[in-house]
Structures are given as C-alpha cells and as structure tokens.
C-alpha cells in the first residue's frame, strides 16, 4: 500500500462518490478502504486542528492536532454500532462493515472541507488583533460555523451512502435516530475536549456536559 493512498481515496470522495459507493456496496477492498478513509480522516483533522491552535499558540497547537482527530474518531465510533443495529432492526440489508464504510467516508468528508477553510480560519486569527473576550467570541462562533458547514457536508454525503448500498427504504427511520445519536456525542466529545482557542491544560476536568453550558448560557444572557 502506497504512504499516499489515502490521498487518493480523499480525490475519490470527492470526484467520484458513486464509484465509492458502488464498491462499498459490493464490498470490495473495504478493510483496505476503511484504513485510508481513516486515516484522511486524522490527517486533514490534525491540519485544521494546528490552526485553531494557533490563536492561542504554543502548546494548544499540539494539543488541537490531536483533539481534533480525536474529536471525529471517537463520535463515528461510539455511534457505529447505534447505526448498524438499528438498521438491521428496521429490516436494513448491510453488513457492519459497509456502515463503517459509509459513515467513515462521511467523516474523511468532513474533514476535507475542514481543510478547506483552514487558509479563511487562518487568516482570520492572524488579522483580528488583541486577544479579549470579542477576538476570542468571533473566532469560536468562526470555526462554530466552519464546523457546522463540514457537519452539514458530512452529512448530506452520509445520506446518500446509506440510500446508495441498501436495496430498500426501511433504513430511513433508524438512520434518523442513529444521527441523532451522534450529534449528542459529538457535541458531548466537542466539551470534554476543550479548550481549543486560550491557554491550558490538555482538557479541563470533567463538569457538566454541552447542553447543561448551553442552558445555563441561554439563561444568563436572558437574565441580562
């Protein structure tokens, strides 16, 4: 296997997503496939992580590139087995490994498009000067959005992965429910990870979950 295979299978992701599902649905290299998707995965993650690192500087660059990484591995693979097991209840025809395939494809996507909005995160860390609480507030809601947009992109890919290999529509409505799932846990993994963007410890202790900062932040701001 080639260093930079993973490579091209990033290229085939993006030019040629009907012959990757085509082979996923016919299972055909898919242990070979599934490495290089992963390690696309890692690879361009760690790259957007160095640039949400480098608000702060220093160590939180190192620290990025691993969370990051960690970050999207860890949501596919805590919610895989939601998605395989549903489906198969709902009356789905696919093996476990051709949902993997799908949903780490999903995933390398995700992280191809975070890659492309490193140059527009990068230029705005390096041009909005001083480093208050507005300077830190307008770079998290910017890559808050860049991540949405790569969750969205992901997403719409996944979609069309899961209609592509099944035969049937019973998938559909465990698909719901097993996304819902692994927004849950991954905006759960995004708050155990902090920080991203100041000065600190590799993560902090453990306090609360997203949603609980979520309401509590909701309720001061409407408190004034």
């Not at 949501?75 to 789905?92: H, N, Q, R």
């Not at 909005?128 to 910017?142: E, K, M, N």
């Not at 992901?154 to 097993?178: C, D, K, P, V």
């Not at 453990?206 to 309720?219: D, M």
Request: a positive charge; hydrophobic letters at 55%; charged letters at 10%.
């Amino acid at each position: 296997m080639s260093r930079l295979e993973f490579l091209k299978v990033a290229e085939d992701l993006l030019r040629r997503r009907r012959d990757v599902f085509a082979s996923i649905k016919g299972g055909q290299n898919l242990n070979r496939f599934l490495l290089n998707a992963n390690l696309c995965t890692i690879f361009f993650a760690a790259i957007y992580g160095a640039t949400m690192g480098a608000l702060p500087g220093g160590l939180q660059i190192l620290y990025n590139v691993i969370k990051i990484p960690l970050l999207l591995l860890i949501s596919l693979y805590v919610a895989l087995p939601t998605y395989y097991v549903l489906d198969a209840f709902s009356g789905g025809d696919v093996s476990l490994r051709q949902t993997a395939a799908v949903l780490v494809s999903s995933f390398a996507i995700m992280s191809i498009v975070l890659l492309a909005f490193v140059p527009v995160d990068l230029f705005f860390i390096l041009t909005t000067p001083g480093q208050g609480f507005s300077t830190y507030s307008f770079i998290v809601l910017l890559n808050v959005g860049i991540f949405t947009i790569a969750g969205a992109a992901g997403l719409t890919y996944q979609f069309s992965g899961m209609e592509s290999i099944h035969t049937n529509t019973r998938w559909a409505n465990a698909f719901i429910l097993s996304l819902l799932v692994q927004i849950f846990v991954g905006t759960q993994m995004a708050w155990v990870l902090r920080p991203y963007f100041d000065s600190g410890p590799f993560v902090r202790p453990l306090q609360g979950n997203f949603y609980i900062a979520l309401i509590k932040l909701l309720a001061k701001a409407l408190a004034g």
